[in-house]
């Protein structure tokens, strides 16, 4: 592989959410000639999840920047280990350290409003009599907790049609920290309030990574794109050489 060779940028959403919550960020980067891939995730667990994203790292050709949007912060915590991944982007994200869980984390700071708004359903699990439990925002909150700063006709569409995860993902430890020997970039939303922004600064803190700070909410790449798309960009720039 060559050491100038541009990586792929593969986009990994978050809890509540789809990959479509990067759809002002990608024209931006196809624009600048990246190939991007914005897979799907299961959002069943931590472990299953970052497999699954591992799995399509592993198939692509050449190096890879691998960000994470929110809860797709701890699956890139995990799956950038994987070997063509060359620098990790967090997006309002969770840095999570190799054995602690996403209610570790989180717990060692106040409740952010989302608290207050989750909604527990349950779902059948494969091969199971039991059942297991689906995480989602109350969509009268949703809006405001989740991304204030967009447009109300389109949060509205974002509140019915949310991704749940669930509840399984929050207790499981992550089994690698990939951002101990991968370079990482860190984009705290100041105005977060489906993550306490002190979560955000802690993580990319500890991670030593070199971070940003932007005036959004949880929902930075549809709220700021161009300065979600900048902070990739500076990542693709720096591990390409």
Do not use: C
């Not at 699954?52 to 797709?72: D, E, F, K, N």
């Amino acid at each position: 592989m060559s050491e100038q060779q541009t990586p792929t940028v593969v986009l990994v959403h978050g809890a509540f959410a789809d990959a479509s919550s990067f759809a002002r960020v990608i024209p931006e980067l196809l624009a600048d000639g990246l190939s991007v891939v914005a897979p799907a995730v299961p959002n069943r667990s931590l472990v299953g999840d970052s497999a699954y994203i591992a799995s399509v790292v592993r198939q692509i050709p050449g190096p890879v920047v691998l960000v994470g949007h929110s809860y797709g912060g701890a699956v890139i915590t995990v799956a950038g280990v994987e070997e063509n991944v060359k620098g990790l982007v967090y997006l309002a994200g969770y840095a999570l350290e190799e054995g602690e869980s996403l209610g570790e984390l989180q717990g060692r700071f106040p409740d952010s409003d989302l608290a207050s708004a989750l909604v527990y359903t349950t779902f059948p699990l494969e091969g199971s009599t039991e059942q297991g439990t689906d995480v989602s925002v109350d969509p009268a909150r949703l809006p405001q907790i989740f991304a204030a700063d967009v447009e109300p006709e389109l949060t509205r569409v974002l509140a019915v049609s949310q991704r749940p995860l669930a509840a399984q993902a929050f207790g499981e430890p992550a089994s690698a920290a990939a951002w101990k020997t991968k370079p990482s970039w860190g984009l705290i939303a100041t105005a977060d309030h489906t993550i306490n922004p002190e979560v955000e600064r802690f993580g990319y803190q500890r991670a030593g990574m070199t971070t940003v700070e932007v005036a959004s909410s949880h929902l930075v790449m549809l709220s700021q794109p161009q300065q979600v798309a900048d902070l990739i960009r500076e990542a693709v720039r720096t591990v390409t050489g």
